[in-house]
């Protein structure tokens, strides 16, 4: 009867074995952006691609975009609570919560954004634990450095005084207001309407989105200076994570690195790019103001301050961060 039940006792554990082996998952994935939008269509569809083939097709993954889970600055929370199983999460749209991460958003830094996302990873993968803990950090992605977008040509910080300008995460909104600008603080898909109605006169984006969000009616006046980045993050549910199969988990691991964070921002940041190039164009009614070198470093100044209250706020070893960011956009060739 003993060696009935050990009989057994292997025999469930040979079935539970290939049950785990066998496991399939459908994840959720969150987004904010138009499911036409080439984050989705250049980066998170590649992506999804890769991980179900290496996983046998064992991994699949379903995308809500549009903020149809949930409102864009609430997807950080959205992965930590399980609403989605993955969210692309722009830290930035919550003011003060990620004191760490809020240094990539500082402008004259970072210069090239595939570079500058291996870059990110490399430095922001162990600092994620101290602030993003209730999360499974994956990938960074910031887009191709933006700029100033207006209603009138702003070419040095002074032109900012007295205008209404929507800035891309809190960090740009504290740049604006210490230019004497007005900060209009809403999400990505909200900007538009911003613009549109009157509240803002100005904002801060990368190049195409503004053709991709529709606003190249609205603001036809643009900086010919990249200065600046939001970096989103993908992030992943803890509980989905540790219920996976291990071999489903390498999988993941292995699509969670400094190089798919370079490859995964590839196409946008050259989608991004071709903006400038629409607004070059004869006939595009479109004015590119190019900085003399001393509006750029009147820019520069400007923006310094910026990095003594990020290492006010930052803790104890902001210096330390502070120059492993400067050495990993060093060591990628992605520093400004």
């Known amino acids: 009867m003993k060696v009935k039940h050990l009989l057994a006792g292997a025999a469930l554990a040979a079935l539970c074995t290939t049950a785990a082996a066998a496991q399939e998952v459908t994840l959720r994935l969150a987004h904010w952006l138009p499911p036409t939008h080439p984050v989705q269509t250049l980066g998170i569809e590649p992506w999804i691609a890769s991980l179900k083939e290496a996983s046998g097709g064992r991994i699949d993954v379903q995308i809500f975009p549009a903020q149809q889970l949930g409102a864009a600055p609430d997807h950080y929370d959205m992965a930590r609570d399980g609403i989605a199983d993955i969210t692309y999460t722009n830290p930035g749209y919550q003011a003060g919560r990620f004191p760490i991460y809020s240094l990539i958003e500082i402008p004259f830094h970072m210069d090239n954004a595939p570079r500058g996302a291996k870059a990110m990873h490399e430095w922001y993968a162990p600092l994620a634990e101290t602030e993003m803990s209730d999360v499974m950090f994956c990938m960074a992605n910031p887009h191709d450095p933006g700029t100033f977008h207006s209603k009138a040509p702003i070419l040095e910080p002074g032109d900012v005084s007295g205008l209404n300008v929507r800035p891309a995460h809190a960090t740009m909104a504290r740049f604006v207001s210490m230019l004497g600008g007005g900060p209009v603080q809403v999400p990505a898909p909200e900007a538009r309407e911003a613009i549109a109605n009157g509240a803002a006169d100005a904002m801060t984006f990368p190049w195409n989105s503004i053709w991709i969000f529709g606003i190249d009616s609205e603001l036809k006046q643009h900086l010919?200076?990249?200065?600046?980045?939001?970096?989103?993050?993908?992030?992943?549910?803890?509980?989905t994570y540790n219920g996976m199969a291990d071999d489903l988990k390498a999988v993941l691991d292995s699509h969670c690195t400094p190089e798919w964070s370079q490859k995964f921002s590839e196409g946008w940041a050259e989608n991004e790019a071709s903006g400038?190039?629409?607004?070059?164009?004869?006939?595009?009614?479109?004015?590119?103001?190019?900085?003399?070198?001393?509006?750029?470093q009147m820019w520069k100044e400007a923006a310094a301050p910026l990095v003594d209250t990020w290492k006010s706020e930052a803790g104890a070893d902001a210096e330390a961060i502070y120059q492993g960011y400067l050495d990993a956009l060093d060591a990628n060739d992605a520093r400004f």
């Open 224 to 239: 010919d200076m990249p200065f600046y980045v939001s970096a989103q993050l993908m992030l992943i549910n803890k509980d």
């Open 276 to 296: 400038r190039d629409k607004a070059l164009a004869e006939g595009s009614g479109h004015t590119v103001n190019v900085p003399t070198e001393e509006q750029v």
